[in-house]
Each structure stands twice: as structure tokens, then as C-alpha cells.
């Protein structure tokens, strides 16, 4: 069992940074493909960013591609989301999660394939 601890949220205005942690515990980091998840006051969860077991492939959505980069250390089992020129739209609530499958060749967008959930991390940015 693969447990998955966030951190880095907090407050900013439009247009700063913050980078998100995600400290995993429980299981070998490595053999899982990581992503990263938010969700909004009355939305749905919605698909962030996702990154390959090693690290060399990653995928955004559209709506933060070039403005947040995910990466991973697996030496440090930790998995980061940096955020540049954060917008108020970005406010919600921010998980890491882990596939449910170890060993998968390519990262999912999509939330159905992630078993392992951190309880999230509030990201909070004020126009």
C-alpha cells in the first residue's frame, strides 16, 4: 500500500508560484506512474499533469500546459508540481495519486486509473 502525503499549498496573488510536494510512503515509488489531480468548489476532480515511472515522459492538461511542470526524484520518493503565473481559476483543492497498477508502461489522465490518494493540499489564488 502506497500512502501519499501533499504539501506547498497556501495563498498567493495572480501571477506568483508555488510548487507542491508529494511525499510517498509504503511502497517502491518507482514501479508506479504518478499524477497530479485538483478539484474545485462543485466540480469534479480534474486531470492536472501525470508523469511517466521514470520520469522522462509527463503530460499536462491543457489549461496549465506551460505553466505547471510535474517531476519526479524517486531517489527521494517524492513527486512535485511546480506552478508558475498561477491564475484565480487555478484555486482548488490539489492530490497526488499513484496508478493502481505498478509497472505500467505509459501515465494516465485519467482519475479511474489511480488507486493511491493523498488527502490534498489547498491552493488558494486571489486576483
Known amino acids: 500500500q502506497v500512502q501519499l502525503v501533499e504539501s506547498g499549498g497556501g495563498s498567493v496573488q495572480a501571477g506568483g508560484s508555488l510548487r507542491l510536494s508529494c511525499a510517498a510512503s509504503g511502497g517502491t515509488f518507482s514501479i508506479y506512474t504518478m499524477g497530479w489531480f485538483r478539484q474545485a468548489p462543485g466540480k469534479e476532480r480534474e486531470f492536472v499533469a501525470a508523469v511517466s515511472r521514470g520520469g522522462v515522459s509527463t503530460n499536462h492538461a491543457d489549461s496549465v500546459k506551460g505553466r505547471f511542470t510535474i517531476s519526479r526524484d524517486n531517489a527521494k520518493n517524492t513527486l512535485y508540481l511546480q506552478m508558475n503565473s498561477l491564475k484565480p481559476e487555478d484555486t482548488a483543492v490539489y492530490y497526488c495519486?499513484?496508478?493502481?497498477?505498478?509497472?505500467?508502461?505509459?501515465?494516465?489522465?485519467?482519475?479511474?486509473?489511480?488507486?493511491?490518494w493523498g488527502q490534498g493540499t489547498q491552493v488558494t489564488v486571489s486576483s
Open positions: 495519486a499513484a496508478d493502481r497498477r505498478p509497472y505500467r508502461l505509459q501515465q494516465s489522465s485519467s482519475r479511474y486509473e489511480y488507486d493511491y
